[in-house]
C-alpha cells in the first residue's frame, strides 16, 4: 500500500473497488446511468429480483426450481445455486436462507451461454463461455481493449464458468478483414449462410456481426497501443537501416 501512495506501482484494480462488485449494486447500474448520465443504458441489464423489495421474496420462492440465485457478496461462483440443476435438498436449504435474509441474495432467470468447440479430453466438444471485456480508465480517457478474457465452463453442461468451480479460459482473437494482407481463401456460396451453418454445428452464437452491406467498424487502439505501433515501425526502420549499411561495406 506504502508503494501504490508514493506511486511507485500502479494497481490496475484501485483498492475499494470491490464495493462495485456487490451483487446488489448491479441492480442499481440502469438507475445509476439515468441519473448521473441522463441516458438510457445501451446494452439492458439480465432481469434481476431483489428480494428484499415488496414481492419479490414470495416470487422467488415460487420459481425457485427456474432460476438462478446468487448471495450479493459471493464471488468465484461461491454460493450460486442454479435452480433446474440443483436437488431438493440443496433448494430447501435456499428457501430457508433466503428467508432468513433476503437481502443477502438476487435472482435471476438461466442465461443461456453460448457454446464453442473446446478441446476436452475425448476430443472436441460444446462448452459454455462468456466473453469479459476491459475497459481501462487513466483518469482522463477511457477505451476498451481491443479482446477480451473467454472464460469456459470445462465440465458438460456447466454453466458456471468460474476458475475455482472447474472453469478454465481460452484464446480471445479479435479479426478485422481489413488486416489481412496475405492470400485469402474465397469461399462460395453465400457467406451469412456459411456461418449460420457454423453456428449451428456449434452451438455458438456471434458475439459481434455488423449488419449486412456495412463495413467492419475499425478497432479502437488505446494510447499504449499507438505507442507500441509506433515503436515497433522505428525498430524495424533502424533494421533496414543496419541491413542497408552492411551490404553496402
Same mark, same amino acid.
Given at each position: 500500500m506504502l508503494a501504490a501512495r508514493l506511486g511507485n506501482v500502479t494497481l490496475a484494480n484501485a483498492v475499494g473497488n470491490g464495493v462495485a462488485d456487490d451483487k446488489l449494486v448491479y441492480t442499481y447500474v440502469p438507475d445509476l446511468i439515468r441519473y448521473y448520465l441522463g441516458e438510457e443504458p445501451v446494452i439492458p441489464? $439480465?432481469?434481476t429480483w431483489r428480494l428484499e423489495d415488496p414481492g419479490a421474496l414470495e416470487e422467488v420462492l415460487d420459481r425457485l426450481e427456474e432460476l438462478v440465485v446468487k448471495p450479493v457478496d459471493g464471488s468465484g461462483g461461491k454460493g450460486l445455486v442454479v435452480g433446474p440443476d440443483a436437488s431438493r435438498e440443496t433448494l430447501d436449504?435456499?428457501?430457508?436462507?433466503?428467508?432468513?435474509?433476503p437481502r443477502g441474495w438476487i435472482a435471476q432467470p438461466v442465461v443461456q451461454l453460448s457454446?464453442?468447440?473446446?478441446l476436452v479430453e475425448d476430443g472436441f466438444r460444446p462448452r459454455h463461455v462468456d466473453l469479459r471485456?476491459?475497459? @481501462?480508465?487513466?483518469?482522463?480517457?477511457?477505451? @476498451?481493449?481491443?479482446?477480451?478474457?473467454?472464460? @469456459?465452463?470445462?465440465?458438460?453442461g456447466q454453466l458456471v464458468v468460474n476458475s475455482s468451480q472447474g472453469g478454465g479460459s481460452k484464446d480471445t482473437w479479435v479479426l478485422d478483414p481489413s488486416l489481412?494482407?496475405? =492470400?485469402?481463401?474465397? $469461399?462460395?456460396?453465400?457467406?451469412?449462410?456459411?456461418?449460420d451453418e457454423v453456428s449451428l454445428a456449434t452451438g455458438a452464437?456471434?458475439? @459481434?456481426? =455488423?449488419?449486412?452491406?456495412?463495413?467492419?467498424p475499425p478497432f479502437l487502439s488505446s494510447p499504449q497501443d499507438e505507442d507500441l505501433e509506433q515503436r515497433h515501425h522505428q525498430q524495424q526502420q533502424q533494421q533496414q537501416q543496419q541491413q542497408s549499411g552492411g551490404a553496402a561495406c
Open positions: 441489464n $439480465v432481469d436449504d435456499l428457501r430457508r436462507s433466503l428467508r432468513a435474509d457454446t464453442i468447440p473446446t471485456p476491459f475497459a @481501462v480508465n487513466d483518469g482522463h480517457d477511457i477505451w @476498451v481493449l481491443p479482446g477480451g478474457l473467454t472464460r @469456459v465452463a470445462l465440465p458438460e489481412f494482407t496475405g =492470400p485469402t481463401t474465397t $469461399v462460395e456460396g453465400d457467406p451469412d449462410a456459411a456461418a452464437i456471434s458475439i @459481434v456481426s =455488423p449488419p449486412k452491406g456495412e463495413p467492419h
